[in-house]
């Protein structure tokens, strides 16, 4: 009984330090690649969970030790949600902050940097969103979740789109003849 518990312990320690790692990895890629998932994205998740999953368990393929990583990944993702909610500061950290975009027609090109957008990008997501010209965009923001919400009509007209879904659309037109 002492070694299934050693195991188990041993188990939960690994399952939530794998956690911790792949949501600061992720955190890392920055937002605008997980808005939205790609055939690519999709491939990365499952080849992602399929090498860390020895890493969590170890050489216990039971079931017992599967139920285990499960409970520690629900428990963890539980907690992590919960510290994002009740420590704003802890939020910011792990998930970053929208990034003003464009403000009255003007574009902060250190936020598009910092955000890893080109100008073409900007342009596409604004189109998306019925304006032809930043000119006419009140205010562009990165949103924490990847999207890209777009003011325009003095403030009056807001619309989101997902910065992936343009990025998909553009390389689908380049394919295109």
Same mark, same amino acid.
């Given at each position: 009984?002492?070694?299934?518990?050693? &195991?188990?312990?041993?188990? +939960?320690?690994?399952?939530? @330090?794998?956690?911790?790692? @792949?949501?600061?990895?992720?955190?890392?890629?920055?937002?605008?690649?997980?808005?939205?998932?790609? =055939?690519?994205?999709?491939?990365?998740?499952?080849? +992602?969970? $399929?090498? =860390?999953?020895?890493?969590? =368990?170890?050489?216990?393929?039971? %079931? !017992?030790?599967?139920?285990? !990583? !499960?409970? !520690?990944?629900?428990?963890? $993702?539980? @907690?992590?949600?919960?510290?994002?909610?009740?420590?704003?500061?802890?939020?910011?950290?792990?998930?970053? &902050?929208?990034?003003?975009?464009?403000?009255?027609?003007?574009?902060?090109?250190? $936020?598009?940097?910092? /955000?890893?957008?080109?100008?073409?990008?900007?342009?596409? /997501?604004?189109?998306?969103?019925?304006?032809?010209?930043?000119?006419?965009?009140?205010?562009?923001?990165?949103?924490?979740?990847?999207? +890209?919400?777009? %003011?325009? &009509?003095?403030?009056?007209?807001?619309?989101?789109?997902?910065?992936?879904?343009?990025?998909? /659309?553009?390389?689908?037109?380049?394919?295109?003849?």
């Amino acid at each position: 009984m002492a070694f299934f518990q050693n &195991e188990t312990v041993r188990i +939960i320690f690994s399952t939530v @330090i794998v956690y911790l790692f @792949i949501v600061f990895a992720i955190r890392l890629f920055g937002k605008t690649e997980i808005s939205q998932l790609s =055939v690519v994205d999709l491939v990365f998740i499952l080849l +992602i969970s $399929n090498s =860390v999953q020895n890493a969590m =368990v170890g050489p216990n393929s039971t %079931l !017992a030790g599967g139920l285990v !990583a !499960a409970s !520690a990944l629900f428990l963890t $993702n539980f @907690i992590f949600k919960r510290c994002l909610y009740r420590f704003p500061g802890f939020g910011r950290m792990v998930q970053g &902050e929208s990034l003003m975009l464009v403000y009255k027609g003007r574009v902060h090109r250190e $936020n598009l940097k910092k /955000a890893r957008l080109t100008m073409d990008e900007l342009m596409e /997501a604004v189109r998306e969103h019925g304006v032809l010209k930043i000119s006419d965009v009140d205010l562009a923001v990165l949103e924490v979740d990847g999207n +890209i919400s777009v %003011l325009s &009509e003095d403030f009056r007209k807001k619309t989101t789109k997902s910065v992936k879904r343009a990025k998909t /659309a553009r390389r689908r037109a380049k394919k295109q003849p």
